[in-house]
């Protein structure tokens, strides 16, 4: 999976929640990818820290009504 052109959609806590968030992109037809953000790597190894979740600009609207206003 590749994103045309990546925007920042959201910051989750850690690893566990990036999959959650992304499957629900997913099972909507909205690729993303995630990656461990720079205050993730502050000493932290493994699954915790902070992630980036990313999609396709054109998507970013619906993604962003997908998740709701706390996001």
């Given amino acids: 999976m590749s994103l045309t052109e990546p925007v920042p959609l959201t910051t989750v806590r850690d690893e566990g ?3 959650v968030v992304c499957g ?3 099972s909507s ?8 953000t720079t205050q993730g790597l502050a ?3 493994g699954s915790g820290g902070a ?6 600009r054109a998507d970013l609207e ?3 009504e997908l ?3 706390e996001r």
């Fill in 29 to 36: 037809g909205i690729e993303c990818e995630w990656t461990i």
């Fill in 62 to 64: 619906t993604a962003q």
């Fill in 43 to 45: 000493g932290v190894v």
């Fill in 17 to 19: 929640e990036a999959e």
């Fill in 51 to 56: 992630r980036e979740i990313f999609v396709d």
């Fill in 67 to 69: 998740l709701g206003p």
């Fill in 24 to 26: 629900l992109l997913r």
